[in-house]
């Protein structure tokens, strides 16, 4: 009976080929070094992560806060406004009385009607009185038309009003800031992404291009997010 002999391949016989301690050192130390840097960009991204969100909700309650503010002067400016047209209405209607009983030669009614005038009416009645108006045609038709004429309420409604209008502005700053740390969040979730996926990648220049990426985004991020104003 005859043996056959297998030879096996050379390839397969040969011993396989390591690379020199050198090298393998070298890759092991950049890849450790890589991986370092991989997870203190996850970790710094994190923490910046955390407190462009905490800004944002800070600033999200500051611009509710405003908004509300502002509406409670507008409120407060509108009350003060209708005050201050009712006031109006009761000068007019005296100021008529006194005219018609004046032109029907009624003194002594004119004298109680006007003896009825609000006290911080007086002085602007007389002041419209003082130019003549019955018989000076470049006298304002009334004493409502003096610039004197300022009921107190509408002066409260103009300051309301002011003052809403600067609250609201307050407001949408708030919103405006509660954007762009929210905006300034997306960055850094795109940087833990790039972090996370350079410690999958295998190719060595690949992973130095992907964590290199992260890092400039991550820089210009914490930029953006340091030149931001911050809610306390």
Same mark, same amino acid.
Request: glycine share 6%.
């Given at each position: ?7 096996? /391949?050379?390839?397969?016989? +040969?011993?396989?080929?390591? @690379?020199?301690? +050198?090298? +393998?050192?070298?890759?092991?130390? @950049? ?5 370092? *840097? ?13 407190? $462009? *969100? ?20 507008? !409120?407060?400016? &509108?009350?003060?406004?209708? $005050?201050g047209g ?8 005296? !100021?008529? *009385? ?5 032109? @029907?030669?009624? /003194?002594?009614?004119?004298? &109680?009607?006007?003896?009825?005038f609000r ?41 309301? $009003? ?5 609250? =609201?502005?307050?407001? $949408? &700053?708030?919103?405006?800031?509660? &954007? ?7 960055? =850094?979730?795109? !940087? ?20 290199? =990426?992260?890092? !400039?985004?991550f820089v *210009? ?5 340091? #030149?931001?104003? #911050?809610?306390?």
């Open positions: 009976m005859s043996h056959v002999h297998v030879h096996a /391949p050379h390839e397969l016989s +040969e011993p396989p080929e390591h @690379s020199p301690p +050198e090298e +393998e050192a070298q890759g092991s130390g @950049s890849e450790r070094w890589l991986e370092l *840097g991989a997870i203190l960009l996850l970790s710094l991204a994190t923490l910046a992560t955390a407190w $462009s *969100g905490y800004q944002a909700a800070l600033w999200s309650g500051e611009q509710s806060q405003r908004y509300s503010q502002a509406s409670a002067l507008r !409120v407060r400016a &509108d009350e003060d406004t209708v $005050s009712q006031i109006h209405l009761g000068d007019l209607m005296l !100021v008529n *009385g006194w005219f018609n009983a004046t032109e @029907s030669g009624n /003194p002594k009614l004119a004298a &109680d009607y006007r003896r009825r006290p911080a009416f007086q002085p602007v009645f007389a002041a419209w009185l003082a130019l003549h108006p019955l018989t000076n045609r470049r006298a304002p038709p009334g004493p409502t038309y003096m610039p004197q004429y300022k009921p107190a309420p509408y002066t409260a409604a103009a300051v309301a $009003s002011a003052h809403a209008d600067r609250v =609201f502005a307050e407001g $949408s &700053d708030a919103k405006t800031n509660d &954007d762009d740390h929210i905006l300034a969040t997306v960055f =850094f979730a795109a !940087v833990l992404f790039l972090a996370a996926v350079s410690m999958r990648v295998e190719w060595l220049r690949l992973r130095v291009a992907v964590l290199a =990426f992260g890092s !400039v985004v *210009g991020a914490l930029v953006f997010v340091l #030149t931001l104003p #911050t809610a306390s």
